[in-house]
């Protein structure tokens, strides 16, 4: 199967034709989380276990944000509880938290989401930006813009400092909300600070301008990236 053809590719690129150690398989469940397929993730989890080898942390978050970019939210947030149930070296760290609040961002279920991102403060994690982007995200999605909004201020209070991505998904919760003008102010703040910003947050002001029917500013949003 694929399972099989990767790890024969990756025994060649390593010139390492023995049995696979738990090293080859978190390169190939790497694979399959930027391939978005659980399917053989999951799998090649399951045979790394056959072979008698222990996954370590890389192995299991690898696994569990391959599911989470599939959108199996549940099946992440499994590895996740795996992980802290385990031994201390298992411990989940930021990624793995990480893995399980993007995943249910990208199904939309915010309540889920800000659920595990509150676990992480009694497993003594401390989110990084990526972690905050994806809940902000998740509310966003849920029309719960008041409360995007808050968590970007805690970016700000209590670090870390809020980057592009961040504030772009504060403003396409803004804009979900039908609140351009925060949007807008928010978009001000974010050049105001010297935070790059790109194409994609163009895109998200000019989206909330048009959610809010305030067609005039999107148009003179456009025309500043002609």
Request: aromatic share 6%.
């Amino acid at each position: 199967g694929a399972g099989a053809h990767l790890l024969g590719w990756l025994r060649v690129r390593s010139g390492d034709p023995g049995i696979p150690d738990v090293r080859m398989y978190t390169k190939v469940i790497g694979h399959c989380a930027r391939e978005r397929d659980a399917v053989l993730a999951l799998e090649l989890l399951h045979t790394l276990e056959r072979q008698g080898l222990q996954p370590d942390l890389e192995v299991l978050n690898a696994v569990a944000n391959a599911c989470g970019r599939a959108g199996r939210a549940a099946e992440a947030e499994a590895i996740l509880g795996r992980l802290r149930r385990g031994p201390a070296p298992l411990r989940p760290n930021v990624n793995s938290f990480a893995a399980v609040v993007g995943a249910y961002a990208r199904v939309g279920d915010a309540e889920a989401a800000r659920r595990v991102f509150g676990e992480m403060a009694s497993s003594r994690v401390r989110p990084n930006r990526f972690v905050y982007c994806a809940l902000i995200t998740a509310l966003g999605r849920a029309g719960r813009w008041r409360e995007a909004l808050e968590e970007l201020q805690r970016m700000e209070q209590e670090g870390p400092s809020p980057d592009t991505a961040a504030f772009n998904a504060t403003i396409d919760a803004l804009g979900r909300g039908g609140q351009w003008e925060r949007a807008w102010a928010i978009f001000s703040q974010m050049r105001h600070q010297g935070v790059e910003h790109r194409v994609d947050s163009y895109n998200a002001l000019i989206m909330a301008c048009q959610r809010s029917g305030a067609w005039e500013r999107a148009l003179e949003v456009f025309q500043r990236l002609r």
